[in-house]
C-alpha cells in the first residue's frame, strides 16, 4: 500500500486500553500500530510492510485477509447474527462439527465448541472430571499438568498449568488436587537438536511417581501441549508423549493433547495427536480453527467419553456447561470456510514439506551472538538467547524490535525468538524472516 494515498489516521488516546500480555507502558511510549493485513503481510499505520512470521499469535494459518472467510462472515451476518444453542440449533454448528470430526484423529468424533483455548482448556477439564463420575469413579479428581505448560489464563488452566507468573499472583485461588510432572527442556542434552530431542523419553516416567504417591484410584487426567508453544517451544523427546499414553492406559487415567497451537495444520499433520501418532482421549482447540477471523475453540472428545454421558432421563441435561456464545453462528462460518481453504490448498499437511528448509534456516544461526539453543518442528522455529544478567526477556525483546523495525514480525516468550509462520508461507519467505533475524541478533548486544 502506497502510504501517501492513505491519510494517517489519528493518533488515538491509549490510556482506556489494558492491554493483555503486554508491558502498557513501554507499549504506549512507543506504540506499535497494525492496521491492515494481506497475505504474509501486515501493514503499519504509517504504511509499512511487515512479514508476519509468526501467523498474528499461531492463528492465522491461511494467511491474511482470505476472502471465503470475509464473505462466509458476511453472509452469515446477513442472515442470522445469532441464535441460541441450550435448547436450540442452527445448522453450521452441526455441519462444523461434521467436519471437524473428518480430520480429527481417530475416535474422536464429538466436538463441544467454546471461544477460545482458555475455554476449551476449562471445558476439557471439566468433561474429564463429569466423565469419571458419570462412569462411576467419582474418587477420580485430581488433575497432572506439567511444569513450563501454558493453558491458557482460566482457573482450571493457570493450576494445571506451571508458567510461575501465570500462577504467582493467583496462588489463593489454584485449584485443588493438581500435580505437575517435570518439563522437558534440557539443553545439556538437548541443546541444537533438529526436530525432536533424542534425550528425555525417561521424564515421563515421572507421572508413574506421582500415581504412585496419590494411587491411580484418585486421578482424573493429565493434561499436556504436544508441543509447548508459550514457554519458549519446548518439544517431545522422541517416544516421550507415547510413553505417557502407555502409563494413561495402564491406570485408566484421561490424556488431554492442548493443541491450540499444534492443531489445524502447524507441524504438518491436521493435529500433532496424527504427526506423532498418539491419540489421546480428549483435544483442545482454538486459534487455527477460523484463521483468527473470529474467535472459537473446540474440545474433541472421544466417543466412549460423550456416550458415557448419554444416560439417565432422555430431558436431563447430560453436561451443565456452555458458553452464551458456544458455536457463534459468525465463528461457525468462519470455521467452515476456513475449513474449506485448508483443505482445497493442502494446508493442514503443507508444513511437512517446508519444514526442512526451516530447520536449516533457523539453525544457520548458530554462532551468532548470545545464541544457546536453536529448535523447530513443523513450521516452528525457536532460537534461544542467554538472558542479559538481571534483565531476563529483554535481549529477546530487543531482537524483536529490531526485527519489527526490519519488517519481520516474530514474537519473543521470555527469551526465546519463536516463529510460527501462516501455513502459506514461500520458501524465499522462511529465508528472509531468518536473514532479518540473523541481522537482529547480529546487532544486539
Ligand atoms: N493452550 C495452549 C497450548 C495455548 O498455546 C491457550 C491454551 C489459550 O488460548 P487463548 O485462545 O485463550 O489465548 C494457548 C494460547 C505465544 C502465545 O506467543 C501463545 C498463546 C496465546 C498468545 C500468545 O506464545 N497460546
Ligand atoms: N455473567 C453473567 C451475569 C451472565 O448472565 C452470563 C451469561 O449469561 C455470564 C457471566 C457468562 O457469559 P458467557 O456465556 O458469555 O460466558
Known sequence: MNAKLTPAPAPPGLD??????????????????????????????????????????????????????????????????FAPTFQMGHPSAFELANRLVEIAPPGMERVFFTNSGSEAVDTALKIALAYQRARGVATKTRLIGREKGYHGVGFGGISVGGIVNNRKFFSAAMIPGVDHMPHTYDLEHNAYSR?????????????????????????????????????????????????????????????????????????????????????????????????????MGAVFAQRKIYDAFMQGPENAI?????????????????????????????????????????????????????????????????????????????????????????????????DVIAVSPPLIVEEKQIDRIFEVLGQALRETA
Request: proline share 6%; charged share 20%.
Open 318 to 414: 447430560e453436561l451443565f456447561h456452555g458458553y452464551t456464545y458456544s458455536a457463534h453462528p459468525i465463528a461457525c462460518a468462519a470455521g467452515l470456510a476456513t475449513l474449506d481453504i485448508y483443505q482445497r490448498e493442502g494446508l493442514l499437511r503443507r508444513a511437512a514439506s517446508l519444514a526442512p528448509r526451516l530447520e536449516n534456516a533457523v539453525h544457520s544461526l548458530k554462532g551468532l551472538p548470545n545464541v544457546i539453543d536453536i529448535r523447530n518442528y513443523g513450521l516452528i522455529g525457536a532460537v534461544e538467547l542467554e538472558p542479559r544478567a538481571g534483565k531476563p526477556t529483554a535481549r529477546a525483546y530487543d531482537v524483536f524490535l529490531k526485527c519489527f523495525e526490519r519488517g519481520v514480525l516474530v514474537r519473543a516468550a521470555g
Open 195 to 295: 526436530g525432536l530431542p533424542p534425550w528425555g523419553a525417561h521424564l515421563a516416567g515421572d507421572l508413574e511417581r506421582i500415581i504412585a504417591l496419590h494411587d491411580a484410584s484418585t486421578i482424573a487426567a493429565v493434561i499436556i501441549e504436544p508441543i509447548s508453544g508459550s514457554a519458549g517451544v519446548i518439544l517431545p523427546p522422541v517416544g516421550y508423549l507415547q510413553k505417557i499414553r502407555e502409563i494413561c492406559n495402564k491406570h485408566d487415567i484421561l490424556l488431554i493433547f492442548d493443541e491450540v497451537i499444534t492443531g489445524f495444520g502447524r507441524i504438518g499433520s491436521p493435529f500433532a495427536a496424527q504427526q506423532f501418532e498418539v491419540t489421546p482421549d480428549l483435544m483442545t482447540t482454538a486459534k487455527g480453527l477460523t484463521n483468527g477471523a473470529v474467535p
Open 16 to 81: 482506556a486500553f489494558w492491554m493483555p500480555f503486554t508491558a502498557n507502558r513501554q507499549f504506549k511510549a512507543n506504540p506499535r500500530m497494525l492496521a491492515r493485513a494481506e497475505g504474509m503481510n501486515y501493514w503499519t499505520a504509517d504504511g509499512r510492510e511487515v512479514l508476519d512470521a509468526v501467523a498474528g499469535l499461531w492463528c492465522v494459518n491461511a494467511g491474511h485477509g482470505r476472502r471465503e472467510i470475509t464473505e462466509a462472515v458476511a453472509r452469515q451476518l446477513q442472515t442470522m447474527e
